[in-house]
Structures are given as C-alpha cells and as structure tokens.
C-alpha cells in the first residue's frame, strides 16, 4: 500500500522561500518518477515539477527558475525548494507519481502567499 505524505506548507510573504517535503512508504519510491502537483481554488490541479529516478528534472514554465525538486531515495523522500514566491503559487500541493496514480493522492499542504 503506497502513502504520500506532505509537509512543510504555511503562509510566506511575496518574495519569500519554503521548502515542501514528500515522504513516501511503500515500495514505488525508488523505481518512479515522482512529481510535485497543485490545485489552486477553482483551477484544476497541475504538475508543476518532477523527478526522474536518475535526478532529470522538469518544470512547468510558471516556475522555472525559482522552484528547484530534488529527491533522497535514501528516505524515501522528494523536496520542492520554492524561491521568490508570488501570490499566484498560492495552492494545495500534492505530490505523487508521473504519470499520477489517483489513489495515491495525500491530504496536500497548503501554500498561502500574502503580504
């Protein structure tokens, strides 16, 4: 059974950085690109970043250069560090395979960015 567990949301100001983590249980962690995904109020939920097995990376354009994913098989774990944020990043992130697994989505952390 796969759980996916998000942490490290809050409330920054415009400008501001914070880094999300993904603790993945399971036994898909090591052998799946792993993605970082967001749903802001009203909008479908997108992928924003994710990483292959081997360290290739993608991002959606929104986000280049100020978002950086990275990925401890070791822990099981995949980071989002969020750099220069701006209110229109404001939304729950998920993390989850690429291509997602539906029933592999977690609870998200909420990302709020407001002066």
């Known amino acids: 059974q796969v759980q996916l567990v998000e942490s490290g949301g809050g409330l920054v100001q415009p400008g501001g950085s914070l880094r999300l983590s993904c603790a993945a249980s399971?036994?898909?962690?090591?052998?799946?690109?792993m993605g970082w995904y967001r749903q802001a109020p009203e909008l479908q939920r997108q992928l924003v970043a994710r990483?292959?097995?081997?360290?290739?990376?993608y991002y959606t354009d929104s986000v280049k250069g100020r978002f950086t994913i990275s990925r401890d098989n070791g822990k099981n774990t995949v980071y989002l560090q969020m750099n220069s944020l701006k209110p229109e990043d404001t939304a729950v992130y998920y993390c989850?395979?690429?291509?997602?697994?539906?029933?592999?989505w977690g609870q998200g952390t909420q990302v709020t960015v407001s002066s």
């Open positions: 989850n395979t690429y291509p997602l697994v539906p029933s592999y």
């Open positions: 399971g036994s898909i962690f090591s052998i799946r690109t």
């Open positions: 990483i292959s097995t081997g360290g290739s990376t």
